[in-house]
């Protein structure tokens, strides 16, 4: 099978890579695709994965190329992991919302809707092109924010479309394993949108092991989330929110611990893998080693400040792992080979949450085989998460609308709208501000 990777000069590419080579199946992948804007991103990712796999027998053979035609043909699947004004983009969004005191972290609030603002047009341009050049392909986004890319590529590719996040993954494990079940035997209830869903149950055997859980303060303070949002909080809220929802939940904490930091963590990345970058291409360089090294710094400090508001301390171990490239392996072995699994996944919702119309993309347990994700039937989620899921559904559909109609006031009343933005006068200031310094928004009008 062909892979084709967009964005295939990006720093987590090696990790799509490395699950690649421990797939030795019937049907694996033999031929990676890189495609990037910039050459020498590629060639230094090249390297790492030619590093990669020089000891591995018949590893998929990895080509790089700057056309995106070129790329798409004949691809089986398509992995979109691309970043519309690089990292330099995501500290500029930081910048602008916190200068205004709200947040700018790429995927919620302010920042979420400017990178979203930026990525949809250029998102709808690869579903066109795929849905012209690749019909066939599953075409597997990574790309942030998930959720809002995902919807806006599948009113061109429909269910051909399914976005992955290791969110949900991770957050089942960590519940799992302090509970003392296998992840791997657990069944997972979560609902929700990318980067706003709630863990309500986590079954074993048939049993609902999560109120056990609950009534632990000791146990439930022992890991990640109960660290980042205080057992008490958890214990009211009766399920465990995905990290994501820190930022919602104690968002004036979360803003000025940005406010206060020496870099915001666009200006962090980008400065850490200009730095990568440099050195990858240097003669002689190990670059595997390089980029080993510069992940595990970089998995180390995700989101440091909300766990030093939090006083959560430092990231466990097991945490540092990764994993969204293994969820798209599975995704795309269940596909491919008809190796039926469930997954939680973004996709069109269907009828799974009445509050939401069919072609709204959720992110919820699906049943995967190779006819695509089938969402499975949920239970309705509480008011309070129904209100916070219907409002950001409903700034979600303001950027698809800005983005179509190039409209100045729908952006505007997208960041007016979303709960992180506390006045349509400051609405106003991050859509002139956020066009001020991205080429890409001027389209804006």
Same mark, same amino acid.
């Given at each position: 099978?062909?892979?084709?990777?967009?964005?295939?000069?990006?720093?987590?590419?090696?990790?799509?890579?490395?699950?690649?080579?421990?797939?030795?199946?019937?049907?694996?992948?033999?031929?990676?695709?890189?495609? =990037?804007?910039?050459?020498?991103?590629?060639?230094?990712?090249?390297?790492?994965?030619?590093?990669?796999?020089?000891?591995? *027998?018949?590893?998929?053979?990895?080509?790089?190329?700057?056309?995106?035609?070129?790329?798409?043909? /004949?691809?089986?699947? %398509?992995?979109?992991?691309?970043?519309? /004004?690089?990292?330099?983009?995501?500290?500029?969004?930081?910048?602008?919302?916190?200068?205004?005191?709200?947040? $700018?972290?790429?995927?919620?609030?302010?920042?979420? %809707?400017?990178?979203?603002?930026?990525?949809?047009?250029?998102?709808?341009?690869?579903?066109?092109?795929?849905?012209?050049?690749?019909?066939?392909?599953?075409?597997?986004?990574?790309?942030?924010?998930? /959720?809002?890319?995902?919807?806006?590529?599948?009113?061109?590719?429909?269910?051909?479309?399914?976005?992955?996040? =290791?969110?949900?993954?991770?957050?089942?494990?960590?519940?799992?394993?302090?509970?003392?079940?296998?992840?791997?035997?657990?069944? %997972?209830?979560?609902? $929700?949108?990318?980067?706003?869903?709630?863990?309500?149950?986590?079954?074993?055997?048939?049993?609902? *092991?999560?109120?056990?859980?609950?009534?632990?303060?000791?146990?439930?303070?022992?890991?990640?989330?109960?660290?980042?949002?205080?057992?008490?909080?958890?214990?009211?809220?009766?399920?465990? !929110?995905?990290?994501?929802?820190?930022?919602?939940?104690?968002?004036?904490?979360?803003?000025?611990?940005?406010?206060?930091?020496?870099?915001?963590?666009?200006?962090?990345?980008?400065?850490?893998?200009?730095?990568?970058?440099? *050195?990858?291409?240097?003669?002689?360089?190990?670059?595997?080693?390089?980029?080993?090294?510069?992940?595990?710094?970089?998995?180390?400090?995700?989101?440091?400040?909300?766990?030093?508001?939090?006083?959560?301390? *430092?990231? =466990?171990?097991?945490?540092?792992?990764? $994993?969204?490239?293994?969820?798209?392996?599975?995704?795309?072995?269940?596909?491919?080979?008809?190796?039926?699994?469930?997954? %939680?996944?973004?996709?069109?919702?269907?009828?799974?949450?009445?509050?939401?119309?069919?072609?709204?993309?959720?992110?919820?347990?699906?049943?995967?085989?190779?006819?695509?994700?089938? !969402?499975?039937?949920?239970?309705?989620?509480?008011?309070?998460?129904?209100?916070?899921?219907?409002?950001?559904?409903?700034?979600?559909?303001?950027?698809?609308?800005?983005?179509?109609?190039?409209?100045?006031?729908?952006?505007?009343?997208?960041?007016?709208?979303?709960?992180?933005?506390?006045?349509?006068?400051?609405?106003?200031?991050?859509?002139?501000?956020?066009?001020?310094?991205?080429? $890409?928004?001027?389209?804006?009008?």
């Amino acid at each position: 099978m062909k892979l084709t990777i967009l964005g295939g000069g990006g720093f987590r590419v090696p990790l799509v890579y490395g699950a690649l080579l421990g797939d030795r199946g019937e049907g694996r992948v033999t031929e990676v695709v890189l495609h =990037d804007l910039d050459a020498g991103r590629l060639t230094a990712v090249s390297r790492v994965l030619a590093e990669q796999a020089a000891a591995v *027998e018949d590893a998929p053979v990895v080509t790089a190329t700057t056309d995106l035609d070129e790329a798409l043909r /004949g691809a089986d699947f %398509i992995f979109s992991a691309i970043r519309v /004004g690089g990292l330099e983009g995501r500290a500029d969004d930081e910048r602008v919302a916190l200068a205004e005191g709200v947040l $700018g972290q790429e995927t919620v609030g302010a920042g979420g %809707i400017a990178y979203g603002l930026r990525t949809v047009p250029v998102a709808v341009d690869i579903a066109q092109r795929v849905a012209r050049l690749a019909p066939d392909a599953w075409v597997i986004n990574f790309t942030n924010p998930a /959720g809002l890319v995902t919807e806006a590529m599948s009113r061109h590719l429909g269910d051909r479309v399914i976005g992955i996040c =290791d969110s949900p993954v991770g957050l089942g494990r960590r519940i799992a394993r302090v509970l003392g079940a296998n992840p791997r035997e657990a069944w %997972i209830d979560y609902v $929700g949108l990318n980067h706003l869903g709630w863990v309500r149950g986590l079954r074993v055997a048939g049993r609902d *092991e999560l109120p056990r859980l609950l009534a632990d303060s000791e146990l439930l303070g022992s890991f990640e989330e109960g660290k980042l949002f205080g057992v008490d909080w958890l214990q009211s809220l009766g399920a465990i !929110p995905n990290e994501y929802l820190h930022y919602y939940y104690f968002n004036r904490e979360a803003v000025r611990a940005y406010q206060q930091a020496e870099k915001t963590r666009g200006a962090f990345l980008h400065d850490q893998q200009a730095r990568f970058y440099d *050195e990858v291409g240097a003669p002689g360089a190990k670059a595997l080693d390089v980029w080993d090294r510069t992940r595990a710094e970089r998995e180390a400090t995700y989101m440091s400040e909300n766990r030093e508001t939090a006083g959560a301390g *430092e990231r =466990d171990v097991d945490d540092l792992s990764g $994993g969204y490239e293994k969820v798209a392996l599975a995704l795309m072995r269940a596909i491919a080979r008809d190796e039926r699994t469930t997954l %939680i996944l973004n996709v069109r919702n269907q009828s799974t949450l009445s509050v939401l119309d069919n072609d709204a993309v959720i992110e919820v347990p699906c049943l995967v085989d190779a006819n695509g994700a089938h !969402p499975v039937t949920v239970a309705p989620l509480p008011d309070h998460a129904t209100g916070l899921v219907c409002a950001v559904k409903g700034v979600e559909r303001e950027v698809l609308a800005a983005a179509e109609s190039g409209s100045r006031a729908t952006a505007v009343k997208a960041f007016a709208l979303h709960p992180l933005v506390d006045s349509v006068n400051v609405a106003r200031r991050l859509v002139e501000g956020y066009r001020e310094v991205h080429p $890409g928004l001027a389209y804006l009008r």
